[in-house]
């Protein structure tokens, strides 16, 4: 882990309020939003010096869809699951084992839903009718296919 040193900048009142604008859009704080611009400005792996909910959310911004998005958490050591009660649960990977709620970090359910155009993969958003499915007996039994 690198060693982190408190600097101070002097910036434009203009370019800060940027900086703020910018990080919030991200879902990081200003620090975690400048360390990550800087180290992809130099070409350096920097963030995996970024704590792990900044990372996570980092995966979340720069993903383009569902896959995308398992992708690149995968790739920081986590990923998404559906709990049973239909909200996402951030796990580790490869292990699978249930962290915390997706939202806890800053990943909301219905937003990236919004975002990609697209409910979470094997998710329905709505129950299904009663004439979609197998045909019924009379009494309410499924009928043998």
């Known amino acids: 882990m690198a060693e982190h040193a408190r600097i101070y900048v002097d910036l434009p009142k203009e370019l800060l309020l940027l900086v703020g604008q910018s990080a919030r859009r991200a879902g990081l704080g200003a620090a975690d939003y400048v360390a990550s611009v800087l180290a992809e400005a130099a070409g350096v792996a920097g963030r995996s010096d970024l704590p792990a909910g900044a990372r996570i959310r980092l995966a979340a911004r720069e993903a383009s869809d569902w896959f995308d ?77």
């Open 69 to 145: 998005l398992q992708h690149r958490l995968r790739a920081v050591g986590f990923v998404l699951r559906l709990s049973g009660d239909d909200r996402l649960v951030l796990c580790l990977w490869p292990e699978d084992r249930p962290l915390m709620a997706a939202s806890a970090v800053g990943l909301d359910f219905a937003d990236l839903a919004l975002r990609f155009r697209a409910d979470f993969p094997g998710h329905l958003s709505c129950a299904l009718p009663a004439s979609v499915g197998p045909p019924r007996h009379p009494d309410g039994a499924p009928r043998a296919a």
